[in-house]
């Protein structure tokens, strides 16, 4: 039977308006010069994710042909991609994510591009549960984390986890399991959001957001969409002087999301797990790499680094962060806050 012609989806009117509507950017296979030229313009195509310091982990990993490695935080793929040419079909990557909806395209990108279950095995779980990982029970040569969120997870407004777009305030890393952002500020005191507005993203003006936030409720209102919640925001800080506030605003709605998306998804629970367990999974001489975005982050990986090499449990940590070069951030302006923290597991 024949198959129908489907007509391609158009822009209405001259520009897209809405995320589906972009859809030279969410198919960059197809659009290939398109995607191009947005990266050279220092932008991220839509449903795309450049992979970060990509050369500066391969040097700290020194992949082999024959080892077996994990990339705990699948996303995309690129760092998953880069790890298999280094391998060159022989050994095993295994990948770990809980994004039960982008994880699925990327294994299918990837087992297109010729990276099949022979070389390649994704799990759909968290990287907490990182000695769970291997099928039968073989150790790992190498390690990567990249903590940051995706570009896909980003640009998508139906997860909510940016400011930029109105969708609902979701946040959820898995959207199959667990509370909402917007559940969840329901189920906080005034006093917790603001404790967690510092806790989780330091941000210097928690109590006057969190103050709005439970002004909202109290009238009877609700914040369930992202929008609502930068309106709040933008409410919280309308004392600002003007030529001050729209910068403020900015960067506090950047904030406040982030800290919600650590307490939704348990972020810091799920990475102090992840820490602990890391040297158990390592061979001797087995070499780790982590990417964080924030300060939170960055201080659990540096102390637990720092502890298992005071114990002897790593032979070699990073002394300090390296920081993604200034043309990498110009390309990927999404790299700016990125650190790279890498360890190697002792001989003993």
């Not at 500020?185 to 507005?197: K, V």
């Amino acid at each position: 039977m024949e198959q129908q012609h489907k007509r391609r989806v158009r822009y209405q009117g001259t520009h897209p308006r809405t995320y589906q509507e972009k859809y030279k950017e969410l198919n960059p296979e197809r659009y290939g010069d398109d995607v191009k030229k947005i990266l050279e313009h220092g932008k991220t195509p839509a449903g795309m994710h450049v992979p970060i310091m990509v050369h500066e982990i391969l040097e700290v990993l020194q992949i082999q042909p024959g080892e077996v490695g994990l990339d705990a935080t699948l996303g995309y793929g690129g760092h998953t991609q880069e790890m298999l040419k280094c391998l060159q079909g022989q050994g095993h990557l295994y990948a770990t994510d809980v994004d039960p909806i982008e994880s699925v395209k990327t294994e299918k990108r990837l087992a297109e591009l010729g990276f099949g279950p022979e070389i390649l095995t994704v799990r759909h779980m968290n990287f907490a549960d990182v000695d769970k990982v291997a099928l039968h029970g073989e150790k790992f040569d190498f390690v990567l984390a990249d903590l940051g969120v995706s570009s896909m997870q980003i640009d998508n407004p139906s997860r909510g986890f940016s400011f930029k777009f109105d969708g609902p305030l979701d946040l959820r890393l898995n959207p199959e399991t667990g509370v909402t952002a917007a559940q969840r500020l329901c189920e906080l005191s005034r006093e917790e959001f603001s404790e967690l507005l510092v806790e989780n993203s330091d941000e210097p003006y928690a109590d006057e957001i969190a103050k709005e936030v439970a002004s909202i409720f109290r009238r009877g209102g609700e914040i369930a969409t992202t929008k609502a919640l930068t309106q709040a925001v933008t409410e919280a800080l309308a004392f600002l002087p003007e030529k001050e506030r729209k910068d403020a605003i900015k960067k506090s709605c950047q904030r406040v999301f982030q800290a919600l998306r650590i307490d939704v998804n348990s972020e810091f629970e799920v990475l102090y797990t992840f820490l602990d367990k890391l040297p158990g999974v390592l061979v001797p001489g087995g070499r780790v790499a982590v990417l964080t975005f924030h300060s939170g982050e960055d201080r659990l990986v540096k102390k637990a680094f720092q502890q298992f090499y005071r114990d002897g449990v790593y032979s070699d940590i990073a002394k300090d962060v390296t920081r993604p070069s200034g043309e990498e951030c110009f390309r990927n302006p999404r790299a700016h806050s990125t650190k790279l923290r890498w360890a190697v597991r002792g001989e003993r």
